[in-house]
T-cell receptor, first 118, second 117 residues
Framework: AQTVTQSQPEMSVQEAETVTLSCTYD???????LFWYKQPPSRQMILVIR??????QNATENRFSVNFQKAAKSFSLKISDSQLGDAAMYFC???????????????FGKGTLLTVNP | DAGITQSPRYKITETGRQVTLMCHQT?????MFWYRQDLGHGLRLIYY???????DKGEVPDGYVVSRSKTENFPLTLESATRSQTSVYFC????????????????FGPGTRLTVT
């Protein structure tokens, strides 16, 4: 079974600064997807960024980028030019790329609560 | 409304009562999921469904029942609610990986906060 670990329960950053959230995962599979979800106080789960394991290039979405290290099974999220609206709980998640059964579920880490200080 | 909706958004019930949480999606996605979110645990899968009339257990299925008679609906029933089932429940849906151009993304509903007293 796959596991996802977020070792930082809480992080804080100054507005306009850069912050990196850590995520490691354990799997025996070679093909999979990794995601970062944002959960603001509204509780809505919002997809921030996605990485396909077969792609060596790190995914980027505006101010959000990832550092995907497949051999190390590491998938960190970098937020540049942090804004007050980035304050939220961030979840790292894993999904198998293989067909069948519960492979399509997401396995989540426990989350990192990000505070943005003005 | 387009998208994925859940009802009710908030529910308080008593121990031993049956309660049903509703989930409805308008995209005709094949896959639907129920997760629960608890502090210190992230989100954990309760049940999932690959298509109408096809459902299977996830990590924490005990005490829950699901059905899926129509593609768009995936209700979750707590047969006899217990305090340990106090949680926030999320429904999600996604395309089948067999669908051409599938994004593999799961789309989440707004969640239902359930309190069992």
């Amino acid at each position: 079974a796959q596991t996802v670990t977020q070792s930082q329960p809480e992080m804080s950053v100054q507005e306009a600064e850069t912050v990196t959230l850590s995520c490691t995962y354990d799997t025996s599979e070679s093909d999979y997807y990794l995601f970062w979800y944002k959960q603001p106080p509204s509780r809505q789960m919002i997809l921030v960024i996605r990485q396909e394991a077969y792609k060596q290039q790190n995914a980027t979405e505006n101010r959000f980028s990832v550092n995907f290290q497949k051999a190390a099974k590491s998938f960190s999220l970098k937020i540049s030019d942090s804004q007050l609206g980035d304050a939220a709980m961030y979840f790292c998640a894993y999904r198998s790329a293989y067909w069948g059964g519960s492979n399509y579920k997401l396995t989540f880490g426990k989350g990192t609560l990000l505070t943005v200080n003005p | 409304d387009a998208g994925i909706t859940q009802s009710p958004r908030y529910k308080i019930t008593e121990t031993g009562r049956q309660v049903t949480l509703m989930c409805h999606q308008t995209w005709s996605h094949s896959y639907m999921f129920w997760y629960r979110q608890d502090l210190g645990h992230g989100l954990r899968l309760i049940y999932y469904s690959a298509a109408a009339d096809i459902t299977d257990k996830g990590e924490v299925p005990d005490g829950y029942v699901v059905s899926r008679s129509k593609t768009e609906n995936f209700p979750l029933t707590l047969e006899s609610a217990t305090r340990s089932q106090t949680s926030v429940y999320f429904c999600a849906s996604s395309e089948s990986p067999l669908d051409r151009g599938s994004s593999y993304e799961q789309y989440f509903g707004p969640g239902t906060r359930l309190t069992v007293t």
